[in-house]
């Protein structure tokens, strides 16, 4: 069985520009949740998706938005972005819908620069 | 003061020495727990899950939850050096709408 796909695998952007990380979850699994991974922070909560919509966001601003798409893969964008957004953006998704047990892709490095 | 602390290590140990990892967290609410191992540059592999308090076992692994104490350890008996990575717990609470709170996690070297 396939795990969680990402990509790209790296992305370089300047501040200010937009960047646009997609994932494909397990199949069968309905709900997408994506983490940041910032160095000296953690992983943080950035959004959950089930069924196409955004059920809970974390304590992001409103520039980080994303959508799932009806075959359930989502889309995490990040507008205006700023040398602090450099992280690994993490995607995890879960069978049957909602779960705490959730199970990650290998991630998309995004540098700003 | 974060919801969940985590000993950043590294923890260095011999081939076949047991490892104990720990968390400690402050929310009593907390009622779902998991431990993640990751590989440098690779994402969070879920490792064990558990809900609420006692313990797990699954092949080398073994969870364990003290909800009184507010303490969760991973015991891996046998280490190997494939077991050297980054070893995260994470919990949550029936509230949060499935948010995860992640540990800083806690670097494990195994050596041969």
């Known amino acids: 069985e396939a795990g969680v796909t990402q990509s790209p695998t790296h992305l370089i952007k300047t501040r200010g520009q937009q960047a646009t990380l997609r994932c494909s979850p397990i199949?069968?699994?309905?709900?997408v949740y994506w983490y940041q991974q910032a160095l000296g922070l953690g992983l943080q909560f950035l959004l959950w998706?089930?069924?196409?919509?955004?059920?809970n966001r974390g304590n992001f601003p409103p520039r980080f938005s994303g959508r799932q798409f009806p075959n359930y893969s989502s889309e995490l964008n990040v507008n205006a972005l700023e040398l602090e957004d450099s992280a690994l953006y993490l995607c995890?998704?879960?069978?049957?819908?909602?779960?705490?047990?959730?199970?990650f892709g290998p991630g998309t490095r995004l540098t700003v620069t | 003061q974060k919801e969940v602390e985590q000993d950043p290590g590294p923890l260095s140990v011999p081939e076949g020495a047991i490892v104990s990892l720990n968390c400690t967290y402050s929310n009593s609410a907390f009622q779902y727990f998991m431990w993640y191992r990751q590989y440098s540059r690779k994402g969070p592999e879920l490792l064990m899950y558990t809900y609420s308090s006692g313990n797990k076992e699954d092949g080398r692994f073994t969870a364990q939850v003290d909800k009184s104490s507010k303490y969760i350890s991973l015991f891996i008996r046998d280490s190997q050096p494939s077991d050297s990575a980054t070893y995260l717990c994470?919990?949550?609470?029936?509230?949060?709408?499935?948010?995860?709170?992640f540990g800083s996690g806690t670097r494990l070297l195994v050596r041969p």
């Open positions: 995890a998704s879960s069978s049957a819908g909602p779960s705490y047990e959730q199970y």
């Open positions: 199949s069968g699994h309905t709900s």
């Open positions: 994470a919990m949550s609470n029936r509230d949060s709408s499935y948010k995860l709170i």
């Open positions: 998706y089930d069924e196409g919509e955004e059920r």
